[in-house]
């Protein structure tokens, strides 16, 4: 059986067409997923930080075995997002990136996960490179020391607004006023 090829033609420009990916507007200059990076999730997927695009995510660094300043920041997120409204927390992500990629593997970030509860809906636990990590943490603002002989990771405890296209709302130290944030985030989710 003989396609005339005008028929054939068509038909192979509205398969390619189909399946062609959509255009993404370009990025701006100053998101953060304009990097490069790829990163491991928790449950083995790689991602760049471009795939995060589309809802503000709340980002912070941390590590698994930390006995610091790690509970009690993942403590005070877990308490935001119990108390944003379900249509805010269904428009919104949480980001942890681990400052230690040598010691925290995806099966220590799966355990992560499990021991604070963190959903698999609204979480997203990754580990990059220890250069990637360093880059990351040195735009949005996180300092840390090297692993000392106890296993410990010295650093501070920012959580960082991001909004849809990766750029920096605001930086927290830590979250001591969660109606303030939510107004914040709220507004942030709302702006196009």
Known sequence: MRIPLPVLGAFLASLVSAFAAPSSPPLPRNSLYQLESSWKLDDGRQMR?????????????????????????????????????????????????????????????????????????HWLLARGSADDTRELANLLGVTYQPKKNDGQIDH???????????????????????????????KTAATR
């Open 49 to 121: 930080l471009v795939e995060l695009r589309g809802k503000p995510r709340v980002m912070a660094l941390f590590f698994s075995r930390c006995d610091d300043v790690c509970p009690m920041l993942t403590g005070q997120l877990k308490a935001l997002e119990g108390e944003m409204p379900a249509d805010l927390r269904e428009r919104t992500g949480f980001v942890l990136i681990t400052l230690d990629p040598a010691g925290d593997d995806t099966t220590s970030l799966r355990g992560y996960r499990r021991r604070m509860n963190l959903s698999k809906k």
């Open 156 to 186: 501070n405890g920012l959580v960082v607004l991001l909004d849809k296209e990766g750029r920096i709302v605001k930086k927290f130290t830590g979250i001591t006023d969660r109606k303030a944030f939510l107004a914040l985030l709220r």
